[in-house]
């Protein structure tokens, strides 16, 4: 049975859709008041952010400046919607989209009731905000020369006069700070020796408050220094009301006057809430009365309308029906191992079992967890989690696979494989990056990609324009032009021109390298290194075997080997144990020192300069 049922002629209908229209306005006047009163309450805490702890107190007048653009938003939508609903046509668009607004405008009336609740209870975070700012303010109330504080002072001073107020919690708070300057101090006279020297601290402390902390309505001159002392002053008692300074603290003024906007500002968020329920209801029974016509090509026939079709206990029963078998349908069930998936835009796949196969899902998706022996065959612009021994066979460019285990991925520009773990190969990768473990392939990388780090055992296979970070053991076997291999130990890499290898350890070989650059620890080999290339260091045991024109080597130390050196090289520095076998007409070899050996220089070489101990076999 339909709740709050009514019926409707057309005179009833054109009534109602114009009443609606109409509150509509009114909500949208109401939305612009919200969003003036969040805008007034933020600028009225910023003016005394100085005096507050942290930024967190913004929270409630940026919330309420949100909703009361979103308050003009949806009215003025649902306005339009009922002026539109005069008329069949116009209203048959609006028909499609009327649930999801009526939805939204439910989830809407929601956020309003919490955002008046937060009002309400703004009070209980700005005592606690108020009560440290207010206690950190009173100390750099002295601080008129220190940048970031010098207006202290003059805002304390306005606070108190403007709240009638004096300190944090009373004027008693004044008494427990140094709040003049030093350099306002006269440090030889013996008043202000004996107040230094009767605190621990070192402070100049009195029982005395600025001026602004005193009374105007007073008729006696205000009483600001030597406050509790009686014999100080003529006919005073500082227990009675002679008092003549503030006696209520800057804090519970703050509050008060905080907390009643707050208070009022929640009260109007309240009522803007009846009103949202109010066209929200009408809008309901205008859409309901114009669905439910008896004779749709008759305008003028009865129609029902009602708030809910069902009553509210049936109707929560079909909500809670309708979430489990969502939630069932989202579980693949153990047993369906031949499944299969096709996942448009912006859906979510959370869980994968073993055995089941996706086949394509697009752009936006998100595939949370998938277990061991599911299938991906193509992935577009989404993420997936996948686990050991899945496999990923295509993902296009924005893709990110935050994890493969034991499987395979093609991956093209864009895609981030961001961690792939031992026997996982990816085949293809372009203009992406990818971190990959022991006993990992990546076949081959194109220009631009990052691969940040392999370890042993992982072979790249080609790189183009890219850099890797590769450990001991690791193998990259072809890397083309402009690629940089930052880092490289046992293994082998064969480099083109404008290749830039920069560190090879022990055991590692470089067989190829054009244009570029090497630092090669013990016991590597580069066999050939063509013109232009620049090896920068050398060390014990690595052997280079043959250098051509215009190459340049400039630290070769104990132990390395160079075979052969032809026209136009240039060797800048040899250390004691170095041998050099054979040297062409042209070459330069700028410094040897003791013990190094030149087995042949051919004519028109150049060594500039030879220590004590070095051999040169044939000149």
Known sequence: MALMKVKFDLKKRVKLAQFVWLMYWFSVMAGVLVFSMGLFFKIELRKRSEMMDNNESHFVPNLLIGVGLLACGINAMGGKICYDSLDPIKFSRWKPMLKPFLVSCVAFNCLLVLTALLCFLMRIPLQFTLAEGLKNALKFYKDTDTPGRCYMKRTLDQMQMEFRCCGNNNFRDWFEIQWVSNRY??????????????????????????????????????????????????????????????????????????????????????????????VMIGLQYVNTSLSNLANPEDPECESEGWILEKTVKETFTDIMDKMKAMSKGNAVDEAEVDGSAYVTK???????????????????????????????????????????????NYVTKGSAINYVTKGSAYVTKGSAINYVTKGSA????????????????????????????????????????????????????????????????????????????NYVTKGSAINYVTK?????????????????????????????????????????????AINYITKGS?????????????????????YVTKGSAINYVTKGSTINYITKGSAINYW
């Open 185 to 278: 101090l006269d440090f030889s006279a013996k008043e202000v020796k004996d107040r230094i020297g009767s605190n621990v601290d070192g402070k100049y402390l009195m029982d005395a408050v600025p001026f602004s902390c005193c009374n105007p309505g007073s008729p006696r001159p205000c009483i600001q220094y030597q406050v509790t002392n009686n014999t100080a002053h003529y006919s005073y008692d500082h227990h009675t009301e002679d008092l003549n300074i503030w006696k209520r603290g800057c804090r519970d003024a703050l509050i008060s006057y905080y907390g009643g906007m707050m208070n009022s500002i929640g009260a109007l968020v309240l009522l803007v809430t009846i009103l949202e329920v109010i």
């Open 346 to 392: 912006g859906s979510a796949i959370n869980y994968f079992t073993k055995g089941s196969a996706i086949n394509y899902v697009t752009k936006g998706s998100a595939i949370n967890y998938v277990t061991k022996g599911s299938t991906i065959n193509y992935v577009t612009k989404g993420s997936a989690y996948v686990t050991k021994g899945s496999a990923i």
């Open 426 to 501: 990816i085949n293809y990768v372009t203009k992406g990056s990818a971190y990959v473990t022991k006993g990992s392939a990546i076949n081959y990388v194109t220009k631009g990609s990052a691969i940040n780090y392999v370890t042993k055992g992982s072979a790249i296979n080609y790189v183009t324009k890219g850099s890797a970070y590769v450990t001991k053991g690791s193998v990259i076997n072809y890397v083309t032009k402009g690629s940089a291999i930052n880092y490289v130990t046992k293994g082998s890499a064969y480099v083109t021109k404008g290749s830039a290898i």
């Open 516 to 560: 570029g650059s090497a630092y090669v620890t013990k016991g590597s080999a580069i066999n050939y290194v063509t013109k232009g290339s620049a090896i920068n260091y050398v060390t014990k045991g690595s052997a280079i075997n043959y250098v051509t024109k215009g190459s340049a080597i400039n630290y070769v130390t104990k132990g390395s």
């Open 570 to 590: 240039t060797i800048n520095y040899v250390t004691k144990g170095s041998a050099i076998n054979y040297v062409t007409k042209g070459s330069a070899i700028n």
